[in-house]
């Protein structure tokens, strides 16, 4: 669930319980079949990381699976809200619980005005739930606070009105509560442009991206990432000069698609598709037939293209 909403990831961890029953099968799987169950999720390195650690679970500790704090942060791909939330919840442990809505809710009821960001700022709210937090309900008291943030501590126009923590609320008796929590670094975004060639033919050529970065083991359409969009003359052109297609001035163009930008959290994605007949390849990919085309785990933004090209998917 981290970065993405309960009703959208409901669907997946259900998938998931009825794939992958045990820590055993899911670690038994093959990362591409876990890639293509988790397709349209987005942060694909959350799949990966868990696929690792049931892995190591299996391997390592004989199927059992931590049941301490300390234990859960050696896992890969688990830091200290997940660590907190499953020693809490699952197994009983004394630990306070910090995402987003508690940080809201903690920094506006004790007027804390330090960046959220800065690490001291996290320790003094863990300081503070910590003699708040109740040995003989850590979990109830994690789930209940961060859904009191979630709900009522909202960030934008809280009803403080209806609020039962107003009167001791130090946000709303300085008047802070619309500039609290305090965060003073803004993430930079970064734009990206993605050109696709799409050989529009029974069979088509798909690459599986390697590179540690977005949509990691995933396959895709060759594509060319330029400081903007290429047009098929240009696109054409940068291929031939790496040696991917041959004869660029005998390209059949059929088409090209551009699709609106693809929002990621620290980055906007801009693509265009070319899709194109009569070409041959230099550069090595893997030719797909067509009707095998979604049997791999892509991208959404390829998932958009076909969405909007569905004669593109040949049926059996």
């Not at 876990?34 to 190591?56: D, E, V």
């Not at 083991?217 to 400081?227: A, D, R, V």
């Not at 693509?271 to 979604?294: A, P, W």
Request: proline share 5%; net charge neutral.
């Amino acid at each position: 669930m981290q970065q993405t909403r309960v009703e959208q990831g409901l669907p997946y961890f259900k998938k998931f319980k009825e794939t992958y029953p045990t820590i055993q099968s899911f670690a038994n799987a093959s990362e591409e079949d876990i890639l293509k169950l988790w397709q349209g999720l987005g942060y694909y390195s959350r799949a990966r990381n868990m696929h690792f650690t049931a892995k190591h679970i299996a391997s390592k500790l004989t199927g059992e699976f931590p049941d301490n704090y300390n234990d859960l942060l050696k896992l890969k791909g688990i830091g200290d809200y997940t660590a907190s939330a499953i020693a809490s919840i699952a197994f009983g442990e004394k630990v306070p619980v910090v995402d987003g809505n508690v940080f809201r809710l903690v920094c506006r009821y004790y007027g804390i005005t330090t960046d959220i960001q800065q690490a001291s700022t996290k320790t003094t709210l863990k300081s503070l739930l910590s003699e708040e937090i109740k040995e003989a309900n850590p979990g109830e008291f994690n789930q209940a606070i961060m859904e009191f943030g979630a709900l009522q501590c909202k960030p934008v126009k809280p009803d403080c009105a209806v609020c039962p923590l107003v009167d001791n609320c130090q946000a709303n008796l300085e008047g802070l509560v619309d500039s609290i929590p305090v965060k003073k670094k803004k993430i930079k975004l970064k734009k990206r442009f993605f050109t696709y060639l799409v050989r529009d033919d029974e069979h088509t050529i798909l690459q599986k991206r390697e590179e540690n970065d977005i949509w990691k083991g995933l396959y895709q359409f060759p594509n060319i990432e330029s400081n903007s969009l290429l047009d098929p003359d240009e696109f054409f052109s940068e291929l031939s000069v790496l040696n991917w297609i041959d004869k660029p001035n005998n390209v059949e163009l059929i088409d090209t698609i551009d699709l609106p930008k693809h929002i990621l959290s620290h980055q906007h994605i801009y693509t265009r598709f070319v899709v194109v007949k009569n070409i041959s390849y230099l550069h090595s990919g893997i030719q797909v037939d067509r009707s095998n085309l979604e049997q791999y785990p892509i991208p959404r933004i390829i998932d958009k293209f076909l969405e909007k090209r569905p004669k593109f998917l040949i049926k059996n």
